[in-house]
């Protein structure tokens, strides 16, 4: 089993529901407590595919990255493991769970039921919705260009986010919300194993703010069946 790489500083993320934490920790001028600092460093990593699937990581080297002792490890480690991100083994570490074919299946089936039902309640679209799909996906060209995969993939999960948003449905946006991790880690997977993706991606990206601009719902459901549907292509084999 491949063994951990050293994990680079984490980059922000757009997604509102990820900063919450460490905004106010910021705003009270304090350093997270140390299981938590554990917890975003392994996540992140794992996200991004900095840790990989199959990737085994141990609690010592965690604890020398991050600079704390082994007990807030563990600590965080049992709290990834049932997440579902990783699998503990006594005395050896945590590995990190590769992206499963069902997990994938799973994602698009559940994304296709929220995402259609979401993106036809978008028309006609509430006041800001369009301004602000336009600003991500401006955004989401700008960090494609600078070659950013991990923060491209960030900024497309907050362009559907938004969108499920709009309606106004909090339940549905929480069930959404849970979709999170696995649609950054599958995002980041695409962009790596098929880098001509993130051109595809940002085309329909376009046509759905055009159908929604355009107070077309059928068409923007279309696109949007389209463009999650394609998903199932890491299904196949895609991704590792």
Not at 88 to 97: D, E, F, H, I
Not at 222 to 237: D, E, P
Request: hydrophobic share 45%; with cysteine; charged share 25%.
């Amino acid at each position: 089993m491949p063994t951990a790489p050293a994990a680079p500083p984490a980059p922000a993320t757009s997604d509102p529901a990820a900063t919450t934490a460490s905004a106010t920790t910021a705003s009270a001028g304090k350093q997270p407590p140390a299981a938590e600092r554990v917890y975003a460093h392994v996540k992140r990593a794992v996200l991004e595919r900095r840790y990989e699937g199959g990737t085994l990581l141990t609690e010592g080297e965690l604890a020398e990255a991050v600079g704390v002792s082994r007990t807030p490890v563990r600590e965080a480690l049992l709290k990834l493991e049932v997440e579902g991100l990783l699998r503990l083994y006594p005395k050896k570490g945590a590995l990190v769970l590769p992206v499963s074919a069902q997990e994938i299946a799973d994602v698009v089936e559940t994304r296709l039921l929220v995402e259609t039902h979401s993106v036809r309640k978008a028309v006609p679209a509430p006041p800001g919705l369009l301004d602000r799909l336009a600003e991500l996906l401006e955004k989401q060209r700008e960090q494609a260009a600078a070659g950013d995969l991990a923060g491209a993939a960030t900024t497309d999960r907050c362009f559907h986010a938004t969108i499920v948003r709009s309606g106004g449905n909090e339940i549905l946006a929480r069930l959404y919300d849970q979709l999170r991790d696995r649609q950054l880690r599958m995002g980041v997977a695409v962009m790596h194993s098929h880098p001509d993706r993130i051109a595809k991606t940002l085309a329909e990206h376009e046509e759905i703010l055009a159908a929604l601009t355009a107070n077309d719902a059928e068409a923007a459901v279309a696109v949007v069946t389209r463009h999650v549907g394609w998903f199932q292509n890491l299904a196949r084999g895609a991704t590792r």
